[in-house]
């Protein structure tokens, strides 16, 4: 048995209004903001070695990009066929202007080789799911398909901000049992 009952309930109530002002005040975040930061800088080079394409392409776009303000690093891969140039900028810099700059510095190389396709500039980015969406029914799958299909099409439509061609989505097709 419990000799001092009202130090336990006070030490209890104590806990639980401590708890209960400390939840409403935990920052919580259920999809943070977050940027990568990296441009990255694509070629094919069909039929070439990664030597060459080390020589032919890599060294050209990273001297280039390397001495652009808002860069931080530069890093590099050359395998048969493809190269690839990663930029990591600088944390607050400005992403689309560095950009922009690294674009116009790498349309301004005309040394690669003939062979070599057009330099892919990328701004990475990282899409990230914010919900999912499953369709089940008595129905057959082509029938889930097609609604699934009507429903990615007007949540894009309405992302965008373009009025639907067509509003009705239903959920029971003619051939599913009543």
Do not use: C, W
């Not at 639980?16 to 940027?35: A, C, M, N, T």
């Not at 301004?108 to 990230?128: G, N």
């Not at 965008?160 to 009705?168: A, G, M």
């Amino acid at each position: 048995m419990v000799k001092h009952r009202v130090a336990s309930n006070l030490l209890m109530l104590t806990l639980l209004l401590g708890g209960l002002v400390r939840v409403f005040s935990i920052k919580q975040e259920y999809l943070p903001d977050f940027e990568l930061d990296m441009v990255t800088v694509s070629v094919a080079y069909p039929g070439a070695g990664p030597e060459e394409i080390e020589q032919g392409i890599i060294l050209a776009i990273e001297e280039a990009v390397r001495g652009l303000e808002g860069v931080e690093e530069v890093s590099s891969t050359a395998r048969e066929g493809f190269g690839t140039v990663n930029v990591e900028l600088l944390t607050g810099a400005n992403e689309q202007k560095v950009y922009y700059e690294i674009q116009r510095e790498v349309d301004r190389i005309r040394t690669f080789p003939e062979e070599a396709e057009d330099p892919s500039v990328v701004l990475a980015t990282r899409k990230r799911e914010v919900s999912s969406l499953a369709l089940h029914g008595a129905v057959s799958e082509s029938t889930l398909r097609e609604l699934a299909e009507t429903t990615r099409d007007l949540l894009l439509l309405s992302l965008r901000n373009i009025p639907p061609t067509h509003q009705r989505v239903t959920g029971r097709s003619p051939e599913a049992p009543k």
